[in-house]
C-alpha cells in the first residue's frame, strides 16, 4: 500500500516529483510544491537536494514556499542547516534572500552552535552588499550579528542610509529598527551616538579605545560609513526611537542629539526623550544586569551608561567591582562610568576592584576625564610602576592623553625614572610617541628642545619591543 509515510521516505519518487515540477503550469505550481513538503519525512531534504537544478522560475516559487514553511516549523530546518546552507549557495542569486531568511529563522529559533553559525558568516556579509529587499536585508542583519559579529557594521551603517530614502515604505523602517538594535549590541553606545553625530570627539575617542584590540581598518571603515550621517538622518534615527518600542533605550543617542548644533534634531531629541525615558526605567535595567544571559547583560550595562550619573552611577560602579562577574562585563561598567564623565567612581575603582587590568584601566579613563596636564601625570605614574604584562593597557592611554606638545614631560620623566626598568620602559615609549606624533606640532614642540635633547631623539631607533607593535594597532 503506497501510503504518505512510504511516500515521504522514497527518494527516487520524491525526486520524480521534483523534477515534475517543471510540467506544472503557473498557476498549479505553488500547490505542487506545498504537496511536495508536506508529504514531511525526506521531502523537504530531497527539494532542497534538488533545487540548484530546477528552472529559475520554478526555484524562485520553492524558495518561497520553503520560506514560508521554515517560518512556521523552524524546527523542522535544524537537521537540514547544511542541505539549506548549500543549496541558497546554489541556487540562482534571484533566490537566495529567501532561503537565507529561512536560514535566519532555524537560527532565531533553534540552538546552533558556533561553528554551524560561523558556517553563515561569509552569506551574512555578502547579503549586505546585495540588492535583497530590506525585509530580508533585516534578516540577514540579525545573522551578522550572530555570525560575524563588529564586522558587518560599516555595511550595516550605510544600509541604514539607503533606506531611510523610502522610510514611509514599511519594510525600510522595520530594517532601521532591526539594524539600530544590532548596532546597539555590537558597537554599543559609541557607535549609535554617533549615528547622531558623527563629529562627536568624545564618542569617538570611546570607540577607539574599545576597539583598541580589534582590527583597525575595521575602525577606519566604520568611522568611514559614519561620516555619510547628516542632520536629516539624525532627525529620522530619532524619530524612529520616537514611534517604536525597545526593549533598550536608546538615550545616549538622545543626549547626543540634544546638544547637535541643527536646531530641527534637537527639537526631534527633545520629542524622543520623554517616550524613552518611559518605555524602560533604570531601576529595570539595573534588574537585567541578574539576568542568566551574559548577553542580556552586556545591553544593560552599555544602556545604563546611555543615563545621567546621578541615576546610575552607583550601580554602575557596584557592577565593576563585582568580583563574580565577567571581566568584559566590568570593562563595559568602566566605560559607561567614562561615558558619564563619573571621575569620582572611576578614581574609587582603581584602588577598590580585586583585578590589576581593570585598576589599569579604571586609571586611565579617570585620567582621561582630568585636566591634561594632571591626567598625564597620573598616567605616566601608572605606566613606569605598573606590572610588564599591563605595560600595554597603560600605555595605550597614556598615548590618548598626551599631545605633540608633551614631549618635554616624557624626556622629564626619563631624566627622573627611579631605575633602569623605568628608564627602558620610557625609552620604548618615546620611540612609539615619536612616530605616532609626527607632524608640524610636533616639530614645533622638538625645535624647543635642547641641542642635546634633539640629538637623543635622533637616536631613538625603530622600536623592537612588543609595547610597540600592540600600541601602534590601537
Known sequence: ?????????????????????EKKTET?????????????????????EKL????????????????????????????LFDRLLAAMRDVDVTCRPFL???????????EADHMTIGKLAPDALD?????????????????????????????????????TSRLDDYANYQFIETALMALKRLGGE????????????????????????????????TLAA????????????????????????????????????????????????????????????????NDDSSEVRLMAVTSLGGFAREQTGVTLEELAARQGESLEIRLNALYALFSQKNLPALENLVTSVDNFNLAVNAQGLASLLMPREEGAKNMLKTFVSVKSELVTEAGYYLLEILEPEDIEILISAHASAANEVQRERLIDFLRLFVAKKAGPRFDQARARLSVAEQKA???LSPPKAPLKAKLQSS
Not at 520554478?58 to 530546518?77: C, S, T, W
Not at 529561512?102 to 529559533?109: F, K, Y
Request: glycine residues 4%; contains cysteine; positive net charge.
Open 100 to 110: 537565507l531568511a529561512a536560514l535566519a529563522d532555524v537560527v532565531s529559533h533553534v
Open 28 to 48: 498549479r505550481l505553488k500547490n505542487a510544491v506545498c504537496d511536495v513538503i508536506d508529504l514531511g519525512g525526506f521531502s523537504l531534504a530531497v527539494l532542497l
Open 127 to 163: 547579503a549586505l552588499d546585495s540588492d535583497m529587499d530590506f525585509v530580508r536585508m533585516g534578516r540577514a542583519v540579525e545573522l551578522v550579528v550572530k555570525a560575524t559579529g563588529i564586522t558587518g557594521i560599516p555595511a550595516i551603517i550605510r544600509l541604514m542610509i539607503k533606506s
Open 457 to 459: 631623539l635622533d637616536l
Open 226 to 289: 559614519l561620516r555619510q550621517v547628516d542632520a536629516d538622518f539624525a532627525q529620522v534615527m530619532l524619530k524612529v526611537i520616537d514611534l517604536s518600542d525597545f526593549n533598550l533605550p536608546f538615550a545616549a543617542m538622545i543626549r547626543e542629539g540634544i546638544s547637535h548644533s541643527d536646531k530641527w534634531v534637537r527639537h526631534a531629541a527633545v520629542a524622543s526623550m520623554k517616550k524613552a525615558s518611559e518605555a524602560v526605567s533604570p531601576e529595570a535595567l539595573a534588574r537585567m544586569l
Open 1 to 21: 500500500m503506497n501510503t504518505k509515510a512510504s511516500k515521504s521516505r522514497n527518494v527516487k519518487a520524491l525526486r520524480r516529483m521534483v523534477a515534475n515540477l
Open 190 to 221: 559609541p557607535v549609535i551616538r554617533l549615528l547622531i553625530n558623527p563629529a562627536s570627539d568624545e564618542a569617538i575617542r570611546q570607540l577607539r579605545m574599545e576597539w583598541r584590540s580589534m582590527d583597525q581598518q575595521l575602525l577606519q571603515d
Open 52 to 79: 540548484s537544478s530546477l528552472t529559475v522560475p520554478v526555484q524562485m516559487v520553492a524558495a518561497r514556499k520553503i520560506e514560508d514553511f521554515l517560518y512556521f516549523h523552524p524546527e523542522k530546518g535544524a537537521k
